[in-house]
């Protein structure tokens, strides 16, 4: 998809603040500081769309970008990271009963975008929320970030080792850097193709649109 425009539609801090579906929607999931953010701004050429930072923890609600192509419309949803050792419990929780909510119900979920950096290995969390896309029949991309912190050599190795650990086929293994723009056009292809189906046809909308 030829992205023409961008932009920030609303952030939510609890189910009930979440948007009605009115377009297929590719969310972003991993670990806090694995570049979420920033491999989202990437992808529409933006760079301070989505506020990203240094600091772990910095995405804390979940956050709609409507991108719109010449044909049609898709939306972004930035989800706050997981495993930062220094949340305290309560927002844990908060973090838990949003992603779930967000998992769990929404019909205009077409694809998750799974991040992973490419120097660490798959974890608990990662394994769970894989699991819980796989029962929800949500198509997943393993997007492996920070790609420009290897070198060409010790990258394939690491794919490798990610893509069978991940038991997904390699055409949803992307590497990616956020830095380079390494795998963006990869990336748009697995989104383009999981998202083709346009969200009026589906019956799921109007489970979708309750509130
Ligand atoms: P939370 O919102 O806290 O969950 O983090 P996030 O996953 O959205 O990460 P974010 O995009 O804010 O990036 C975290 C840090 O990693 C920032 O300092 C980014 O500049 C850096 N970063 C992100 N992507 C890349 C990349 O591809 N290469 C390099 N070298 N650094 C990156
Ligand atoms: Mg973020």
Same mark, same amino acid.
């Given at each position: ?8 539609? $609303? ?25 979420? =953010? =920033? ?9 301070? %769309? ?13 956050? #709609? ?5 010449? !044909? ?6 930035? $989800?706050?990271? &997981?495993? &930062?050792?220094? @949340?305290?419990? =309560? ?10 909510? &967000? ?8 694809? /998750?975008? $799974?991040?992973?950096? $490419?120097?660490?290995? %798959?974890?608990?969390? !990662? ?9 929800? !029949? ?11 912190? #290897? ?21 949803? @293994? @992307? ?9 963006? /056009? ?10 083709? !189906? /346009? ?13």
């Amino acid at each position: 998809m030829r992205v023409m425009r961008a932009e920030f539609m $609303l952030s939510a801090a609890e189910p009930r603040g979440f948007p009605i579906a009115e377009a297929p929607e590719v969310a972003f999931l991993g670990r806090s500081n694995v570049g979420k =953010s =920033s491999l989202l701004n990437k992808l529409v050429n933006r760079r301070k %769309l989505a506020r990203t930072s240094a600091t772990p923890g910095k995405t804390r609600l979940l956050s #709609w970008f409507r991108v719109v192509g010449e !044909e049609r419309e898709i939306h972004f949803v930035d $989800l706050p990271g &997981y495993g &930062y050792a220094k @949340v305290a419990k =309560s927002e844990r929780r908060q973090w838990k009963g949003l992603v779930e909510a &967000y998992l769990g119900g929404r019909e205009a979920l077409r694809v /998750a975008v $799974l991040l992973q950096d $490419l120097r660490r290995d %798959l974890g608990e969390d !990662e394994a769970l929320l894989m699991r819980w896309l796989r029962a929800r !029949e949500v198509p997943t991309v393993l997007a492996l970030t920070k790609a420009d912190k #290897w070198k060409p050599m010790q990258r394939a190795k690491r794919v490798k080792a990610l893509s069978d650990a991940a038991e997904l086929p390699a055409s949803r @293994v @992307v590497v990616t850097s956020a830095t380079s723009g390494l795998g963006v /056009a990869e990336l748009w292809a697995a989104i383009d193709e999981l998202t083709a !189906e /346009a969200l009026s046809c589906d019956p799921g909308v109007a489970a979708s649109r309750r509130p």
